[in-house]
């Protein structure tokens, strides 16, 4: 055996191997090696893209709980004031009732002590009249008192 037919053949079938694989192997291999670069890419391009997203919808939703709390506390705060406003109405309306009620009974009591003095009055008159109606009875005969109650009748009539 020849070493160098040995090595010239073997270099010939290195160089069509070579050729072989450069023509049906590589090619496919680098297609594919590309389409996972590709792929790879987009993902970490999709993966930015949301990690992006993620922290502008965290924002977002930062921003909405923030404003929830601020109308929760203007609706806190509104829900307070409606309150002590109508703590208040309610405390001037029990103000003029009770106004009112002493009102009423002031004017009930002037009646009532109208009423009295007049009562009182009247008995006393009556009284007065009875005690009178005695004295003169023993005091002035019968043709005098007659006399009297003539001139009291006319004077009415």
């Known amino acids: 055996m020849n070493i160098n037919l040995t090595m010239f053949g073997q270099l010939i079938m290195f160089t069509m191997f070579t050729w072989f694989c450069m023509k049906f192997v590589w090619p496919p291999i680098v297609m594919t090696m590309e389409?996972?670069?590709?792929?790879?890419?987009?993902?970490l391009l999709a993966a930015e893209r949301g990690r992006s997203e993620q922290e502008e919808m965290q924002a977002k939703a930062q921003e909405m709980i923030n404003q929830s709390k601020d109308q929760a506390a203007e609706i806190i705060a509104n829900a307070t004031r409606q309150a002590s406003n109508m703590v208040e109405d309610a405390k001037d309306v029990a103000l003029k009732e009770a106004g009112k009620v002493k009102?009423?009974?002031?004017?009930?009591?002037?009646?009532?002590?109208?009423?009295?003095?007049?009562?009182?009055?009247?008995?006393?008159?009556?009284?007065?009249?009875?005690?009178?109606?005695?004295?003169?009875?023993?005091?002035?005969?019968?043709k005098v008192h007659q006399k009297m109650l003539g001139k009291l009748s006319q004077s009415l009539s």
Do not use: F, H, P, W
Request: glycine fraction near 4%.
């Open 35 to 43: 389409e996972r670069k590709k792929r790879i890419e987009s993902g």
């Open 103 to 142: 009102a009423q009974a002031q004017a009930q009591l002037e009646q009532d002590t109208i009423q009295t003095r007049n009562e009182l009055k009247n008995q006393m008159s009556d009284l007065i009249m009875q005690g009178v109606s005695v004295v003169l009875a023993k005091e002035v005969d019968v």
